[in-house]
């Protein structure tokens, strides 16, 4: 099982730049959720999907997020443009159908927008 | 708005020495509460989930308790191996399927040996 993984593990960028940040669930998993950890506010949910599609995303801050998940296997976090008030450690997690309320972490991808 | 506050921001005890950590909440109607351990520079690990008052669950030195308004997680004759950051999140009735968490800030625990 190679649990969830995110990539890049870390990205710095330049404000105004676009970034990408992506996300393989867990097989199997039907749930997948976005997070943003930082010091001063802590873990955050951005958006969810179940069976791929959008639950909830009151979370997403601004306009300038945006997320998508083509297929159950995919998801990508992007945002135009990026500013400083951005970097963050950004992590994704997925659930299964049988045990929905567990979620299972990525590593994380840790964002430095200057 | 759910909220979640955890007590103390961080505690330090030496290696045996039992503590608990307090998580309080409001939320709208609780469908469960989370704990999770998070190590540095990784993703936050599953620990437990406690969906109604009065209920309990172990796994090796930790326990976890529920009431109306908080849950505790209890550290029993902890090892430096325990040390990590403790997360405590709460998840709010909906219409069913997975929903998204709230947490609370954390506990940062140091067990010295």
């Known amino acids: 099982d190679a649990g969830v993984i995110q990539s890049p593990r870390h990205e710095v960028t330049e404000m105004g730049q676009e970034v990408t940040l992506r996300c393989k669930p867990i097989?199997?998993?039907?749930?997948l959720f976005w997070y943003r950890q930082t010091m001063m506010r802590g873990l955050e949910l951005l958006i969810y999907f179940n069976n791929n599609v959008p639950i909830d995303d009151s979370g997403m801050p601004e306009d300038r997020f945006s997320a998508k998940m083509p297929n159950a296997s995919f998801s990508t976090l992007k945002i135009q443009p990026s500013e400083p008030r951005d970097s963050a450690v950004y992590f994704c997690?997925?659930?299964?159908?049988?045990?929905?309320?567990?979620?299972?972490f990525g590593p994380g991808t840790r964002l430095t927008v200057t | 708005e759910d909220q979640v506050t955890q007590s103390p921001e961080a505690l330090r005890l030496q290696e045996g020495e039992s503590s608990s950590l307090n998580c309080s909440y409001t939320v709208s109607g609780l469908r469960g509460l989370f704990w999770y351990r998070q190590d540095p520079g990784k993703g936050p690990e599953f620990l437990f989930t406690?969906?109604?008052a009065g209920e309990e669950k172990e796994k090796e030195r930790l326990k976890a308790t529920l009431t109306k308004k908080e849950s505790f997680l209890h550290i029993t004759a902890p090892k430096p191996e325990d040390s990590a950051t403790y997360l405590c999140a709460v998840q709010a009735t909906s219409g069913g399927g997975a929903d998204g968490l709230t947490f609370g800030k954390g506990t940062h625990l140091i067990i010295q040996p």
């Open positions: 097989s199997g998993h039907n749930s």
């Open positions: 406690l969906y109604s």
């Open positions: 997690a997925s659930s299964p159908r049988t045990c929905p309320d567990e979620q299972y």
